[in-house]
């Protein structure tokens, strides 16, 4: 079955291109028919040039440009609409987590009867405060929600196109990945994880702020009382 990726790109340019090769030649060693659509999300550096480079040199990639920075969900869901793939999913291009690991959770969607699957960092790379907050997502989502995940932002994620729609997804911020999980436990998706290694950036940084934190809770708090992405 057909792979589709949505990978979103903020100003990434001091390190996407290898990434993007390097998840090319995984997938491709792995015979996966695939499309990638790379989303220059308002872009203010290079990586617009080189998403445009990449599109017109690889026969996999679909170049997407965004005018102005449409936020993390916004980018992601922009290259979803244009993947009418059986199986979908988003990964980042920071080089934090192996293309191997995308490879993985390819295969344990196709080979077992699951809706979704995504990655769980085991391993973090990163720093001991970003480690914290992924602590505190954890217990947030366990104990409000009864979503039993070490990893809610976990990524790459893939869904089969009847759980994508089913899902319905619209958050436009950070919220994307929670909205995805918190909609697939009321729904009753089957779920699946693939270990994973959270790496340092290759390049770049990282657009997770304080402000981040602050609006995942603001959203879960909303969300308790009903509240749902439009």
Known sequence: MMLGLSIP???????????????LEALRAERVGFRLALVDNGSKDETGRIVTRLGASQPEVLALHLE???????GIL???RRLPTPILGWYWGDGQVDA???VRCWRRLREEPLDLVKARRVERQ????????????RGVMKLGFGVDTMDVNGCPKLLTRGAYEALDLRSQDWFLDPECLLKAQELGLA??????VM????GGESKVRAATVTEFLRHLAA???GWRPQ
């Open 9 to 23: 790109l903020y100003d990434e340019a001091d390190c996407c291109e290898p990434v993007i090769l390097d998840l």
């Open 68 to 74: 102005q920075n449409a936020g993390y969900g916004g």
């Open 78 to 80: 922009a290259g979803l």
């Open 100 to 102: 191997e690991v995308l």
């Open 126 to 137: 990163d720093g001991r405060q970003r480690e914290l907050i992924t602590g505190v997502y």
């Open 191 to 196: 779920i699946g994880e693939v270990d994973a």
């Open 199 to 202: 790496r340092p950036r290759p």
């Open 223 to 225: 969300w308790k009382r």
